[in-house]
């Protein structure tokens, strides 16, 4: 009978057994780049509009746990559609509970995808990262230092990119709670409008025209968008307005 020796089992696991719910993502994420690109589409939708209803209106909650399902897996698996789905969440099940559906989803397929790339790379990106030093250990170090209001800016104004935003909280030490609920509160204003847009489609259908979803960049909407990413930004000015005092 053979036992294991101490070396054996205070050996840490293959790193690379970590790494690949990450790499399937990105794999997954790819693909769904090519070959997903029409298939979720605001044409698809409109043109499948009487069926989902149907189905809605059949079992509307199994309905609401497939679509919830169905958000989790285009946003913890990065595919093109994210934009269609909260437009579907609020046509399928008006502004609540979709604008609730859509939210909730978000932030769960977020959460797999900040899990998956702490687990795989986090820490060793992040010792990297403070090792080099530069313009890329300040920002990690910024972050750390700032995170809730740091975190909250990027879902409220989100000019860096939903999936990259997923991954840099990864790489600085933010924890599961922290990343997860300033995606939730975040991600809300935004999604509320996209929710409304879609609670209106039928009406657009109808017309046979598309979505303006310009909508969001109109002053009375992002105004107080900007406004609450000016307040989050608030305890960052104040912390540095203290040091250099």
Do not use: C
């Amino acid at each position: 009978m053979h036992t294991k020796t101490e070396d054996q089992m205070t050996r840490p696991a293959n790193p690379w057994l970590k790494r690949l719910p990450f790499l399937a993502i990105v794999l997954v994420a790819l693909l769904g780049a090519f070959l997903l690109r029409d298939q979720i589409s605001f044409d698809a939708l409109a043109q499948h509009r009487d069926t989902l209803l149907a189905f809605r209106d059949s079992n509307f909650i199994l309905a609401s746990l497939v679509f919830v399902a169905a958000y989790v897996i285009i946003v913890g698996f990065s595919l093109p559609g994210a934009t269609i789905a909260t437009l579907a969440g609020g046509f399928l099940f008006g502004l609540f509970p979709g604008v609730l559906y859509n939210v909730g989803g978000a932030t769960v397929g977020a959460a797999a995808v900040f899990l998956a790339a702490r687990a795989g790379f986090g820490a060793d990106v992040a010792a990297r990262i403070e090792e080099k030093g530069g313009a890329a250990a300040r920002l990690q170090q910024g972050l750390r230092e700032n995170e809730w209001s740091a975190l909250l800016i990027m879902r409220l104004v989100p000019a860096v990119p939903f999936f990259i935003a997923n991954l840099l909280p990864a790489f600085v030490g933010t924890s599961l709670f922290r990343f997860a609920l300033t995606t939730f509160v975040g991600i809300i204003p935004g999604t509320f409008v996209f929710t409304s847009v879609g609670a209106g489609l039928g009406e657009v259908f109808a017309r046979g025209d598309t979505p303006d979803l310009s909508i969001i960049f109109a002053p009375h909407i992002l105004g107080p968008i900007l406004g609450l990413a000016a307040l989050s930004a608030l305890p960052i000015i104040l912390k540095r307005f203290k040091k250099e005092v």
